[in-house]
C-alpha cells in the first residue's frame, strides 16, 4: 500500500506543478526584462478557454494548443503596448487583464455554448496523453509500476517539458547574449541603450516568451488535467506562480523549487480529506483545501531570505534625447 501512496502523491505533484511552474517562468523572463506581470492569471484563463473551445468544436489538438498561445500572446502584447509603448502603470495594466479575462471567458461560454459559461467536455482525442502507455494507475506491491512507472512516467508531453524549460530559462539568461541583454534591461536600461540595443524591443520578446509560456499553461488545464473549461478554473495558480518566483528570487531554479513545494502541499492535502485525525476528529474539508497556500507562504516566508527584485522593475523607461 505505501508504494501506491507514494506513486500517488509523486504523480499529483507533478500535475499541479506544471502550471504553476510554466506560469512562474514566464513572470521571471518578463520581470527580469524589468516589465512587472500581475496578468499572469488572466493570460492563464484566456488560454485555457480558448484551447477548451478551439479543441470541442474542431477535435484539433494542434488547433487547440495554437489558439491558447494566441490569444496569451496577444494578452502580452496588450500589456507591452500599454506599458512599454506608453508607459502605463503596469501593475493597473496587469489587475485589468485579470478582471476582463475572468468576465470575457465566461460572457463568450455563456454565448458559444450556453453552459454557463463552461465549455463542452474535449474529446480524447484532443486531450494529452502519457508518453508512456501502461502507467495510469499504481499498482500494489509493485515498487517500480508505482513510484517509477506511474509517479514518473505517467505523464503527457508537457509535464517533461515544462521541467526541461526550467534549465533551458537557466541557460538562456545565464549563458546566452539575448539573455544577458535581457537581464541588463532589467536593472540598467539607460546602459543597454547607450551600448545600441532597443529596450522596447527586448522587453516586448521578454512578453512575447511571457505570453507563450502561459498559453501552454492555460492549455494544459484543459487539454491535460481537466476536460473542459470552468469558470475561473485557474483558482489563483497565477498568484502562486507570482509568490513562488519571488521567493525563487527570480531565479528558475530556486523558482521551480517552490512550486515544486506548493505541488507537494497540494498532493498530500488531497490525501488528507477525510482523514479522521487523534482527538481531533474529520479535518474541514474547507481547512485542508487551504492547507498548501497557508503552508507554502509559512515555509517560503520562513526560510527564505530577502528578495532583491531587478532594480528597473516596474519603472517605465524614458529614453534620454
Same mark, same amino acid.
Not at 501512496?5 to 518578463?30: D, F, Y
Given at each position: 500500500?505505501?508504494?501506491?501512496?507514494?506513486?500517488?502523491?509523486?504523480?499529483?505533484?507533478?500535475?499541479?506543478?506544471?502550471?504553476?511552474?510554466?506560469? #512562474?517562468?514566464?513572470?521571471?523572463?518578463?520581470?527580469?526584462?524589468?516589465?512587472?506581470?500581475?496578468?499572469?492569471?488572466?493570460?492563464?484563463?484566456?488560454?485555457?478557454?480558448?484551447?477548451?473551445?478551439?479543441?470541442?468544436?474542431?477535435?484539433?489538438?494542434?488547433?487547440?494548443?495554437?489558439?491558447?498561445?494566441?490569444?496569451?500572446?496577444?494578452?502580452?502584447?496588450?500589456?507591452?503596448?500599454?506599458?512599454?509603448?506608453?508607459?502605463?502603470?503596469?501593475?493597473?495594466?496587469?489587475?485589468?487583464?485579470?478582471?476582463?479575462?475572468?468576465?470575457?471567458?465566461?460572457?463568450?461560454?455563456?454565448?458559444?455554448?450556453?453552459?454557463?459559461?463552461?465549455?463542452?467536455?474535449?474529446?480524447?482525442?484532443?486531450?494529452?496523453?502519457?508518453?508512456?502507455?501502461?502507467?495510469?494507475?499504481?499498482?500494489?506491491?509493485?515498487?517500480?509500476?508505482?513510484?517509477?512507472?506511474?509517479?514518473?512516467?505517467?505523464?503527457?508531453?508537457?509535464?517533461?517539458?515544462?521541467?526541461?524549460?526550467?534549465?533551458?530559462?537557466?541557460?538562456?539568461?545565464?549563458?546566452?547574449?539575448?539573455?544577458?541583454?535581457?537581464?541588463?534591461?532589467?536593472?540598467?536600461?539607460?546602459?543597454?541603450?547607450?551600448?545600441?540595443?532597443?529596450?522596447?524591443?527586448?522587453?516586448?520578446? #521578454?512578453?512575447?516568451?511571457?505570453?507563450?509560456?502561459?498559453?501552454?499553461?492555460?492549455?494544459?488545464?484543459?487539454?491535460?488535467?481537466?476536460?473542459?473549461?470552468?469558470?475561473?478554473?485557474?483558482? /489563483?495558480? /497565477?498568484?502562486?506562480?507570482?509568490?513562488?518566483?519571488?521567493?525563487?528570487?527570480?531565479?528558475?531554479?530556486?523558482? #521551480?523549487?517552490?512550486?515544486?513545494?506548493?505541488?507537494?502541499?497540494?498532493?498530500?492535502?488531497?490525501?488528507?480529506?477525510?482523514?479522521?485525525?487523534?482527538?481531533?476528529?474529520?479535518?474541514?474539508?474547507?481547512?485542508?483545501?487551504?492547507?498548501?497556500?497557508?503552508?507554502?507562504?509559512?515555509?517560503?516566508? /520562513?526560510?527564505?531570505?530577502?528578495?532583491?527584485?531587478?532594480?528597473?522593475?516596474?519603472?517605465?523607461?524614458?529614453?534620454?534625447?
Amino acid at each position: 500500500m505505501d508504494e501506491v501512496l507514494i506513486g500517488s502523491v509523486i504523480a499529483s505533484t507533478l500535475r499541479v506543478t506544471t502550471p504553476l511552474l510554466l506560469a #512562474a517562468l514566464a513572470g521571471l523572463l518578463s520581470e527580469r526584462s524589468g516589465v512587472v506581470d500581475l496578468g499572469l492569471e488572466g493570460k492563464m484563463l484566456s488560454a485555457a478557454f480558448a484551447a477548451a473551445a478551439v479543441g470541442a468544436m474542431t477535435g484539433s489538438t494542434l488547433l487547440a494548443v495554437g489558439a491558447a498561445l494566441l490569444v496569451a500572446c496577444a494578452w502580452s502584447l496588450v500589456h507591452g503596448f500599454a506599458c512599454v509603448s506608453h508607459r502605463g502603470d503596469q501593475v493597473v495594466s496587469g489587475v485589468a487583464i485579470n478582471m476582463v479575462s475572468a468576465g470575457l471567458t465566461v460572457v463568450l461560454g455563456i454565448a458559444w455554448f450556453a453552459q454557463g459559461g463552461q465549455t463542452p467536455p474535449v474529446s480524447p482525442e484532443v486531450r494529452l496523453h502519457g508518453l508512456v502507455p501502461g502507467f495510469a494507475e499504481p499498482a500494489e506491491g509493485q515498487w517500480f509500476a508505482s513510484v517509477l512507472g506511474h509517479g514518473l512516467l505517467s505523464h503527457n508531453g508537457l509535464v517533461y517539458a515544462a521541467f526541461a524549460l526550467v534549465f533551458a530559462v537557466w541557460y538562456f539568461l545565464e549563458r546566452t547574449r539575448p539573455g544577458l541583454r535581457l537581464r541588463a534591461v532589467g536593472e540598467n536600461p539607460a546602459m543597454v541603450e547607450a551600448a545600441g540595443v532597443s529596450v522596447k524591443g527586448l522587453r516586448y520578446g #521578454a512578453l512575447v516568451l511571457n505570453g507563450l509560456l502561459c498559453g501552454l499553461a492555460g492549455c494544459y488545464l484543459t487539454l491535460a488535467q481537466n476536460a473542459s473549461f470552468a469558470p475561473n478554473m485557474t483558482a /489563483g495558480r /497565477g498568484y502562486i506562480a507570482l509568490a513562488a518566483m519571488i521567493f525563487g528570487k527570480w531565479k528558475p531554479l530556486p523558482t #521551480a523549487a517552490a512550486c515544486l513545494l506548493f505541488g507537494f502541499l497540494d498532493a498530500v492535502a488531497i490525501r488528507l480529506q477525510g482523514v479522521k485525525l487523534p482527538g481531533i476528529g474529520e479535518v474541514p474539508v474547507q481547512a485542508i483545501q487551504a492547507l498548501p497556500y497557508l503552508l507554502t507562504v509559512i515555509l517560503l516566508a /520562513g526560510f527564505i531570505g530577502q528578495a532583491l527584485a531587478p532594480k528597473a522593475l516596474g519603472r517605465p523607461y524614458v529614453k534620454e534625447r
